[in-house]
């Protein structure tokens, strides 16, 4: 068991990636909160869900981002070495082929720091998540 020295919370994992704290007010304060070095490829997801689904509500939710349309939803999460992006099992499943070289689990996919990011297909990903029509 490992506890964390800021917040106190146990957990399983030695290390275990996690937010301490209050959560963050928006989206925006969310991004501003994050690695100096992270905040630029954040700010690049947040402006392409905001420009695929324009109408689409940013919030905190479970301490993360999520945005929200009349019809769906995602969330995303910064972590040390990647953003964790979670569109949905569905969304997965339809984009597997694309996903070749990106590490994914059930409903989530990871997109490292270090790495480059595949912009279209997230962009048709995130239009499948919040059911944006073309």
């Known amino acids: 068991m490992w506890v ?12 275990q ?3 301490c704290g209050m959560a963050p007010e928006s989206v925006d304060a969310y991004v501003k909160e994050q690695d100096e070095a ?8 947040v402006g392409l869900v905001r420009s ?3 109408d689409s509500e940013g919030t905190i939710k479970w301490s993360m981002p999520s945005f929200q349309s009349r019809t769906g939803s995602l969330q ?3 972590c040390k070495q990647w953003i964790s ?3 949905g099992a569905d969304v997965i499943e ?10 994914h689990k059930k409903d989530a ?26």
């Open 38 to 45: 992270h905040q630029k490829r954040l700010e690049e997801l």
């Open 109 to 134: 996919l990871y997109l490292p720091y270090e790495q480059p990011v595949p912009w279209e297909t997230i962009r048709q990903m995130i239009k499948e998540a919040l059911r944006e029509e073309s």
């Open 17 to 19: 990636g996690h937010y």
């Open 76 to 78: 995303f999460s910064a």
């Open 52 to 54: 695929v689904a324009p």
């Open 94 to 103: 339809r984009f597997r082929d694309d996903l070749e070289g990106l590490r």
């Open 4 to 15: 964390c020295p800021k917040c106190g919370r146990s957990f399983q994992r030695q290390n």
């Open 85 to 87: 992006l979670y569109v």
